[in-house]
């Protein structure tokens, strides 16, 4: 036998385990996560939407954006600008404090559908591509899915206190149902 082998007999077993305990993630290391993810993408659908709103950022307010609904085929162009302009802000702003988050998220989803389908599928990659509202609404969806964690004003609503993930679901379901009937008046 050579010495190695011997060696290696002999030597006390070392411990190969790990304790998971030990190496995960502290609740607030996930909540301050969930927190930036929340600001991130509320700041910027709240931004969105004052640009449908009233022009800022660049945007082209209620006329221009209006103008450019009804081009790509829905009714009533201006009303229907002053919805996503709605509901961009107030759920973006919602989103970002963590406020009836799951309703929230699902309203910046069936938004981001709608602006998926309009944009169509020609391409993935910006500039004409839907990788920046597929990302928008994966993240819309992801947040709705775990909830706002514990900095947030939810931490208040008592219903919404310890998100469940049928809440996220209802929601996102709703998101879905809503903006296929927006969709469906479209031409």
Partial sequence: MTDTA????????????????????????????????RIALGLTMAAHGAQ????????????????YFTAKGYPAGEAMA???????????????????????G???VGTMLNALAVKGTGAFFAPKGVEYELLLTAVAAAITLTGPGRYAIDRFVPVFRSHRLVYGLAAIVLAVLAAGAVLLVRS
């Fill in 6 to 37: 011997t060696a290696a007999r002999t030597a006390p077993a070392v411990e190969t385990t790990i304790d998971p305990a030990a190496h995960a993630a502290t609740p607030h290391a996930y909540d301050a996560g969930l927190l930036l993810l």
């Fill in 52 to 67: 449908k709103l009233f022009g800022w950022f660049g945007g082209g307010g209620l006329d221009g954006t209006g103008k």
């Fill in 82 to 104: 002053a919805v996503a302009g709605v509901t961009e802000t107030f759920g973006g702003l919602a989103l970002a404090v963590g406020l009836l988050t799951p309703l929230a």
């Fill in 106 to 108: 699902a309203a910046v």
